[in-house]
């Protein structure tokens, strides 16, 4: 079979047209979504007083930080996956809630005494808070992994990294209703530390299961 | 080279556009592989990596947004196939962004030894996909016409057909 003969093979092959790779990526993260909410309520569930804690700006810090990590790598990850599409300023974004906690760190930090910074980094539920980031993450990565195969990702672990950055802060941002630890200071620690390793396993699983 | 009129009309389900397409994209790939093999200076027969890019555009295509200029498109999976190709031959890379900034302006290639097989690849198949791509690719054969020489409905043929092609694809990638 030479290549003229190959062509008539993949002109052939063209089955009524796919759904676009942006719609699929956006139907996985929603199922992955609901199933870590599920995971969510059928286990730790919100805290109690959620509604009066929402409007301490150390609450919602917790929100806004994740939420505008879920924005910046969502942008980033559409623009992996396509080869030649430039990452434009959705990479900067990244820096985005980087920069919000560090601003809610300094804040923090003024506002008491050295002798107390210690206890406020390291909160009441620090483990807790390992474990659950990752597990409410979990079916968000397995469900965006599994239709990233679609797409044709250069470098297919930082494809799945960005892919475990996403659902790390989707996964904070759910375990932030359950959190009673509000200090800047314990996300700037604790948070990143899980969405760090959600991102470690997904460039992992990515390397393997993205290459194309 | 109205590449992206082709592919924009081929995504709309003009089957003679894509082929129109690929055919048009097929003298690039070879010119640019050749390239690639020279500068590395491989024993390896540049019409492999020209069929793998073909299979890799073909079934990555839904990646391309169709607002968006298609070279870069086309240059970044080229680029990408020919540095995979060569790595897994054993073979340090680089091959220079530069070697694809006039990818799609290069003059057409007489394809001296386009008459690479990957035929020789087709055993490796499962037999109903192997049958439905050689009656295709090989014999010439409509999906409709296919479809009567195995008694199958049209419907089995396009699905035997798109999975052959993708395990032809994870052949050529090493992966089976």
Known sequence: MNADELIRALAADTPPQASSLNRSIAQAMMIGVVCALALFFATIGPRPGLASAIHDPRVILKFLTTLSLVIAAGGLLLRTIRPGAGRGWWAIALLLPALLIALGAIVELNAFPREMWGARL??????????????????????????????APIRPGLAGAVAGLLAGGAGAFIYAAHCPDDSPLFLMTWYSLSIALVTLVGSLIGRRILRW | MELALLMRAANSGDGAAYEGFLKALLPVLRGFARRAVARVGANIDAEDIVQETLIAIHLKRQTWIDTQPIEPWIRAIVRHKAIDALRRRGHRVHLPVEDFENLLATEPLTPDDAHRDIERHLPHLPERQRDVIRSIAIEGRSIGDTARQFAMTEGAVRVALHRGVASLAAILRGET
């Not at chain 1, 474990?131 to 599994?146: D, E, G, K, M, T």
């Open chain 1, 122 to 151: 390291v909160g009441r539920f620090a483990p807790f808070c390992l474990v659950c980031v990752p597990l409410l993450s979990a079916p968000i990565l397995a469900a965006l992994l599994f239709v990233l195969r679609q797409g």
